[in-house]
């Protein structure tokens, strides 16, 4: 049997493929310890691993908004790790049938991830699609990468939390100062990505966006403000309907292992 795991921010997701599905908060948790007890009890041969952080060659580089840490060399099983957007964006691109697509994620952090021509956008170290962490504007505290001007800081759940704790406010969209800060930053990170990309589809995920889907209306409104017409001419903006998108494209790669 293969294991397959979302590794995010806040929560992990595992599902026994084709038999059992989980879900446990990352709060005080052994991550390690859980994993290998997953293999041991359910006999599992091979593992899978969608992780919210910076992945290359199945090593983890690094994991700003993740403080539990894993070696799936320890496992003993063969295994494959990979960020969690290469992994969702390859199955938003299944979902929708297209070999042109970008996912732009909002959750715990602020990721995208690209598939062009049919193949995964990598970059030299696997860290094309970074876009929680490119230079907007200063904030008055750090993001877990150790920057005060991430746009991860205006356009996450991380960030809002933030924002809520700095100003003394609940932690909702439903505060109008929050839900302009949000909006204007994932208004820039969305044109970013369709400037940067030029994908056919821009897909928007995430916690974030899941619980608040009226954002996909709002952006979809005001994006000519930000992007350059000539790459909105045919693009489409689309709310993920994935109910877990990295879960599901790891599970794309692990069908490839023996």
């Known amino acids: 049997m293969k294991l397959a795991l979302d590794i995010g921010g806040t929560y992990i997701r595992w599902e026994i493929i084709d038999r059992e599905k989980g879900k446990k908060q990352l709060h005080n948790i052994d991550l390690q310890r859980f994993i290998e007890d997953l293999i ?112 991860e800081l205006f356009a996450s759940g991380s960030g809002l939390q933030k924002w809520a704790d700095y100003l003394k406010i609940e932690a909702s969209l439903k505060n109008e100062k929050l839900y302009n800060l949000y909006t204007e930053a994932l208004l820039y990170a969305a044109a970013t990505a369709l400037t940067l990309f030029n994908p056919s589809i821009l897909v928007l995920g995430g916690g974030v966006i899941k619980h608040n889907p009226g954002i996909i209306d709002y952006i979809q409104q005001k994006i000519a403000q930000y992007a350059p017409p000539f790459t909105l001419k045919e693009a489409q903006i689309r709310l993920t309907q994935l109910e877990d998108a990295s879960l599901e494209g790891i599970k794309i790669l692990l069908e490839r292992l023996p």
Do not use: M, W
């Open 40 to 151: 041991n009890e359910k006999r599992i041969t091979a593992v899978g691993i969608s992780y919210a952080g910076q992945v290359c060659n199945n090593k983890i580089l690094s994991a700003p908004n993740i403080h539990a840490t894993i070696e799936p060399q320890k496992f003993g099983i063969p295994y494959i790790i990979e960020n969690d957007l290469k992994c969702a964006v390859l199955a938003e691109a299944k979902f929708f049938n297209t070999s042109s697509i970008t996912a732009l994620y909002s959750g715990t952090g602020l990721g995208s991830a690209t598939i062009d021509q049919g193949k995964l956008v990598r970059g030299y170290k696997n860290l094309a699609g970074e876009i929680g962490h490119i230079p907007y504007k200063k904030a008055p505290f750090r993001c877990g990468c150790g920057k005060d001007n991430c746009i």
